[in-house]
């Protein structure tokens, strides 16, 4: 078994802020993911890796950084923080090679005032 | 493009009701498709999934049948109790990359 670790869990920051979020696997898993989840808009990806150093955009991308500085962890970066983004981000992780199974871990509510 | 549709945004069932959660989806291809579940305060967590069409897959008194012909994936459960209640996310793999396409969701609330 494995787990994926969300920091921190709650995020408070004031608008034109630039806040970071952490996400932690010990899966030992290729691919991690970054998704914001909005209120009856489910979830949206931001951000992807496929392997160490490696980063692809999703549909979300605008106004948002990543880094995958080693297999274990990917972060996001919100470059300047707006009320409207308010929302819970949640980290995934799949082990590739061949299984799409996503592990998800508890998410980061971000509040922004 | 790829999508994934559930209509439905809120469904309240009182316990021992037959639970059923609409899933379409549009792609080429044969995606796999997946249900997950999230609880309050979690982050998803699989369901159920299947790969091949017209299987059928099942997990906690919860299936699924992937219907090809109708490019449905609906979710269905014979008798739902209170500790069911949560969000579902209806999901396909997504052609040629490592994306899910997740649908808006639906949440389940049961009454005792």
């Known amino acids: 078994g494995g787990i994926i670790t969300q920091t921190p869990k709650f995020l408070i920051g004031q608008e034109g802020q630039k806040l970071t979020l952490k996400c932690q696997q010990n899966f030992n898993h290729d691919t991690m993911y970054w998704y914001r989840q909005d209120s009856g808009k489910g979830l949206r990806l931001i951000y992807y890796s496929i392997t160490e150093n490696d980063l692809q955009k999703g549909d979300l991308s605008e106004g948002y950084d990543a880094s995958r500085e080693k297999k274990s962890s990917f972060s996001l970066t919100v470059t300047s923080a707006q009320k409207n983004e308010m929302a819970v981000f949640l980290c995934a992780s799949t082990p590739g090679q061949g299984s799409y199974e996503q592990y998800f871990g508890p998410g980061t509510r971000l509040t922004v005032l | 493009g790829d999508s994934v549709i559930q209509m439905q945004g809120q469904v309240t069932l009182s316990e021992n009701d037959f639970l059923f959660i609409n899933c379409t989806y549009s792609?080429?291809?044969?995606?796999?498709l997946f249900w997950y579940v999230q609880y309050s305060g979690e982050g998803p967590q699989l369901l159920l999934q299947v790969t091949t069409a017209n299987n059928k897959g099942s997990s906690r008194g919860f299936e699924a049948t992937y219907d090809k012909g109708t490019t449905s994936f609906h979710l269905q459960k014979t008798s739902v109790q209170e500790i069911d209640s949560a969000v579902y996310y209806c999901a396909m793999t997504s052609s040629g990359s490592w994306q899910l396409i997740f649908g808006s969701g639906t949440q389940l609330t049961v009454m005792p």
């Open positions: 792609t080429t291809g044969y995606p796999t």
